[in-house]
């Protein structure tokens, strides 16, 4: 069974561009998770989709943003990019919202804003 | 405000000595805790949860609520043990999975 995929593995950007990371969940899955992991400060909770809904964000700008498909995959854009956004960025999904769902991670896209 | 604690970013121990790798949660309902592990160049992926209360790989963890704590604990320390380990709070509602900031775990020969 395939894992949690993120595509791109690494993406490179320039200060104001925009960047988009995709997410694909494992089949059946419908809850996606985004978190972002900068250097020395761990998982961040960005963002959590459940059925094609934003359920929740994290304390994160707006210009963090993104969207779940209604095939459960899900992108993450990131506006007006500034250099401390350059971070590995995670996505996982579980089962669906029920509390104490295992998550599974992909294995990130690494964003790194010049 | 539902926060996972994890005091120590580096813990260094001997090979064959005694491991605990602490984590604090703050959460006023019914917590689901986990320990997360990275090991070098793999994905970050499940090590265990507390509603199982299994040993995987000799570590165990015990929920404790009166001291709202998941520590980690194994026996004796393996090299191979030596990764990222990340506790993590699951609560229904908002936030549904809070990790902590993670503990560098090395494990010396």
């Known amino acids: 069974e395939a894992g949690v995929t993120q595509s791109p593995t690494h993406l490179i950007k320039t200060r104001g561009q925009q960047a988009t990371l995709r997410c694909s969940p494992i089949?059946?899955?419908?809850?996606v998770y985004w978190y972002q992991q900068a250097l020395g400060l761990g998982l961040q909770f960005l963002l959590w989709?459940?059925?094609?809904?934003?359920?929740n964000r994290g304390n994160f700008p707006p210009r963090f943003s993104g969207r779940q498909f209604p095939n459960y995959s899900s992108e993450l854009n990131v506006n007006a990019l500034e250099l401390e956004d350059s971070a590995l960025y995670l996505c996982?999904?579980?089962?669906?919202?029920?509390?104490?769902?295992?998550?599974?991670f992909g294995e990130g896209s690494w964003l790194t804003v010049v | 405000a539902q926060r996972v604690t994890q005091p120590e970013k580096l813990l260094s121990v001997f090979k064959g000595a005694p491991v605990e790798l602490k984590c604090n949660y703050s959460?006023?309902?019914?917590?689901?805790l986990f320990w997360y592990v990275q090991y070098s160049r793999q994905r970050l992926q499940l090590l265990l949860r507390h509603i199982s209360r299994e040993s995987i790989k000799g570590f165990t963890a015990d929920l404790n609520k009166g001291e709202t704590s998941f520590h980690l604990k194994k026996p004796f320390a393996q090299e191979e043990d030596s990764a990222m380990y990340y506790c993590a709070l699951s609560t229904s509602g908002t936030y549904k999975y809070i990790f902590g900031t993670g503990t560098r775990l090395k494990v010396l020969a």
């Open positions: 989709y459940d059925e094609g809904e934003e359920r």
């Open positions: 996982a999904s579980s089962l669906d919202r029920g509390t104490g769902n295992t998550i599974y």
């Open positions: 959460y006023s309902g019914s917590p689901e």
């Open positions: 089949s059946g899955h419908t809850s």
